[in-house]
């Protein structure tokens, strides 16, 4: 026994110093760039192809699922004869669908802001709404965020909203003259210029996207853990299970004089 040990320490001993020797020593003395266009020019790999085909395949299949009907189109419209609309069918659906979602969570939250009109990528169509449909309008992993500002921090948003010509909201209502905000309403309440609001918004927005400056400095913040696009994607097929169509409304939350 005592030989067999005194053997694997000559063996183990011995191959610390070949390992050693087997180890490479290089060094970089020159690299080249080429650029390769990919674009239809190019001649098609049929090995690449049928790698990723099964995966396309059936990513297709589940994009391709309807999980909703529209009753109507609601495009993307930021204008109307060359003036800023104040308020569009898309903005009013995105907004309610995501303040619904957002109240199962959290009941006290007053109004939401949950993007900007730049976040809201395309039009929803008319008729079957599927999978691949939400995707294209909310294409980033934006979370949902939950904010308790200030009331120099809510009329700091108020007046962003008015200044840009008024933005997706819901649980509020304003008119908007001379860019300023006026007659705002908060959960059919008006607006108290000494209260602390609870604001539904997403990471994008909170951060200072598209030069929103109101969520800097918060009273809280609390991160939902729930992104956008599965929010929306789970409304709409709340909708469908329950029998409900998507139908939005003008209803006059944000008019501009």
């Keep these: 026994m005592k030989d067999i040990h005194s053997i694997k320490k000559y063996l183990i001993l011995g191959a610390i110093p070949l390992m050693l020797s087997c180890s490479s020593h290089y060094t970089l003395v020159k690299s080249n760039r080429t650029e390769y266009n990919m674009n239809s020019t190019q001649p098609v790999d049929s090995t690449l192809i049928k790698t990723y085909l099964p995966y396309k395949v ?30 569009n069918l898309l903005r009013n659906f995105f907004s309610d669908a995501l303040f619904h979602e957002a109240l199962k969570y959290d009941p006290t939250i007053d109004f939401a802001m949950p993007s ?28 949902m965020m939950v904010y308790v500002l200030s009331p120099a921090d809510v009329q700091n948003l108020l007046e962003y909203i008015a200044k ?9 209502r304003m008119k908007i003259v001379d860019d300023k905000p006026t007659e705002v309403m908060i959960n059919g309440k008006p607006l108290d210029p000494t209260k602390n609001y609870k604001i539904l918004t997403s990471d994008y927005v909170a951060e200072g996207g598209d030069n929103v400056q109101s969520f800097k400095n918060p009273i809280e913040k609390k991160i939902m853990g729930i992104r956008m696009r599965d929010a929306l994607i789970t409304y709409i097929k709340e909708n469908q299970a329950a029998g409900k169509t998507i139908n939005p409304k003008l209803d006059g939350r944000i008019t501009k004089d």
Excluded: W, Y
Excluded at 67 to 82: F, P, Q, R, T, Y
Excluded at 116 to 142: C, H, Q, W, Y
Excluded at 164 to 172: E, K, N, R, S, Y
């Design 116 to 143: 900007t009109n730049g976040g809201i990528r395309v039009a929803l169509p008319k008729g079957d709404i599927k999978l691949s449909n939400v995707f294209e309008v909310m294409p980033f992993e934006n979370e």
């Design 164 to 172: 840009t010509g008024g933005q997706p909201v819901a649980g509020l």
């Design 58 to 87: 059936k990513m297709d299949q589940e994009m391709n699922t309807v999980i909703g009907h529209a009753d109507v189109l609601m495009e993307k419209l930021d204008k109307k004869d060359d003036k800023p609309v104040a308020e």
